[in-house]
C-alpha cells in the first residue's frame, strides 16, 4: 500500500493529470535525504577539522603553562557533586599563592563545594595569570563529538529551510495557475442569458 502511494506521487503511474510541480513536490524530500546523506560526513569531517585545529592551538598554548598549590580564602558555592569529580562545575574564588617566589592573590577556579583553606592546583601561564585548567582528552573527544553533532544538526535545519522554501514557491506558482485557470473559465460558469 505505501509503495504503491510512494511510486504514484513520483509519477511512476504515468498519471497526465500530474503537474511538473507535483512531480517537483513529491521529489523534494528524496533529495533533501539524499542531500543529508552525501554532505553530512563532509560537514561533519569539516567540524571535526576545526575543532581539531582549535584544540591543537588550545594545547601549544597550554603547554607552556605550569600548575602552583593555592590556598582557598572562601569557600566555593555550590553543592560538591561526586561521581568521580566528572559532574562537578568550578567556580571563581578567592585564593593565596605563590609564584616565581612572590605571594599572589586573586580568583581562582575550584570545584563547587570545596571548603575554605584547602589546597588546589592553580594553572598559570608564563604571565602569571591564572588560567581554566587544561582540557582533558576527554574534553577534547566532547567538543570533536558536540560540533559535529551542531554541524548535522545546522545541515539539517539548512535542507529542511530549503525543501520548505521551495515547496512555498511552489505552492505560489501552482496558486497563480490556479487562479489564472479561474479567470479564464468563471466568468464562462457565471454568464446569465
Known sequence: ??????????????????????????????????AFLTLGPLVAGAA??????GNAAARQAQQSWHRVPAVLQAAAPGPLMSDNGSNSWLVWTPARWTA????????????????AGSTIGVWLDRAGNVRMPPLTAGQVR???????????????????????????????????????????????WSRQE
Request: charged share 20%; glycine share 6%; with cysteine.
Open 1 to 34: 500500500m505505501t509503495w504503491t502511494r510512494l511510486t504514484r506521487r513520483l509519477r511512476a503511474d504515468h498519471n497526465p493529470l500530474r503537474r511538473r510541480s507535483d512531480l517537483i513536490e513529491a521529489w523534494l524530500l528524496p533529495a533533501a535525504i539524499a
Open 48 to 53: 571535526d577539522l576545526w575543532v581539531h585545529a
Open 100 to 115: 616565581g617566589g612572590r605571594p599572589q592573590a586573586g580568583r581562582v577556579p575550584a570545584a563547587a563545594g570545596t571548603r
Open 142 to 188: 566532547d567538543r570533536v563529538v558536540v560540533a559535529a553533532l551542531v554541524a548535522l544538526a545546522a545541515l539539517a535545519v539548512l535542507l529542511a529551510c530549503l525543501a520548505a522554501g521551495a515547496r512555498m514557491v511552489l505552492d505560489r506558482g501552482r496558486l497563480a495557475d490556479w487562479e489564472a485557470a479561474w479567470q479564464s473559465v468563471g466568468p464562462q
